[in-house]
Nanobody
Framework: HVQLVESGGGSVQAGGSLRLSCAAS????????MGWFRQAPGKEREGVAR???????NYADSVKGRFTISKDNAKNTVYLQMNSLKPEDTALYYC??????????????????????WGQGTQVTVSS
């Protein structure tokens, strides 16, 4: 089992920045992928930024150029640097992890068809 603990949420004015962190513990594996999702009130949960392989990433169109996902493998921690925040970025942000499930060309990849583990979420509120 994998435990995910997020931190770094808060309130900020539009144009500001926040950095989220998510620390994984338990049976996280080297090839597993971690990423960030968010859910705004009345909306479905959506993927924001994810690792799809050790060094491959995927971003939602709405955050490209503003958000950056990174990780520290030694600490089993993934980060989400959020810049130029907008009120529409207001949501509960979740960290997620998925077991690598595609092996191709000698490398493992994650399809993110369905995340295997979830954090409890951290609130991000952006005011105009």
């Amino acid at each position: 089992h994998v435990q995910l603990v997020e931190s770094g949420g808060g309130s900020v004015q539009a144009g500001g920045s926040l950095r989220l962190s998510c620390a994984a513990s338990g049976s996280i594996r080297r090839n597993d992928c971690m990423g960030w999702f968010r859910q705004a009130p009345g909306k479905e949960r959506e993927g924001v930024a994810r690792f799809v392989s050790d060094d491959g990433t995927n971003y939602a169109d709405s955050v490209k150029g503003r958000f950056t996902i990174s990780k520290d493998n030694a600490k089993n921690t993934v980060y989400l640097q959020m810049n130029s925040l907008k009120p529409e970025d207001t949501a509960l942000y979740y960290c997620a992890a998925e077991r690598a499930n595609i092996f191709s060309g000698g490398r493992w990849y994650c399809s993110w068809a369905e995340a295997d583990y979830w954090g409890q979420g951290t609130q991000v509120t952006v005011s105009s």
